[in-house]
């Protein structure tokens, strides 16, 4: 990746981590094959870690980056936990990493709605996303919102 346009490293790296997580903490199977799967899949599916494809810039479903210093600007992570919904509808899922989002320094936009954390753990992260405008946790069903929204102004 010397000398091309493409994601930096250590943010492709972490969207790749972000992935693991979220693949960890779901409760019915990913599958890398996107060709009959719906919206969830479709993102994290994209993010592949070889070959020409592995720019997150340009390839990569869900991520928007700035044109001029190729970081990710832009998170696009709504409805992506899998869960089986027919035998626990309202069942949250886990506990939110916020940490996993340290190595994003430009990001502006983080959606993470419809994923039913039933927390958040190492809030650190949200905190130092100090160009950080919108943050949708809608359908999250967190109840520890006002925590990590005091935390990350403090």
Not at 52 to 65: E, F, M
Not at 75 to 84: I, Y
Not at 91 to 98: A, E, I, K, W
């Amino acid at each position: 990746m010397h000398g091309s346009k493409a994601c930096l490293e250590t943010e492709r790296t972490a969207l790749l981590e972000i992935k693991g997580f979220f693949i960890s903490i779901s409760d019915i199977g990913y599958d890398d094959d996107i060709s009959d799967i719906g919206h969830e899949d479709e993102i994290l599916s994209s993010w592949v870690g070889g070959g020409r494809s592995s720019d997150c810039c340009d390839h990569w479903k869900g991520v928007k980056c700035n044109p001029t210093t190729l970081r990710v600007m832009q998170l696009s992570l709504s409805h992506t936990t899998k869960v089986n919904y027919s035998y626990a509808p309202l069942d949250r899922v886990s506990l939110l990493n916020m940490s996993l989002f340290d190595p994003f320094q430009e990001l502006q936009s983080l959606d993470l709605s419809e994923n039913w954390f039933e927390g958040v753990y190492e809030n650190r992260g949200l905190a130092n996303l100090e160009n950080l405008k919108t943050l949708d946790l809608g359908y999250c069903g967190l109840t520890t919102l006002q925590g990590i929204m005091q935390q990350s102004t403090s």
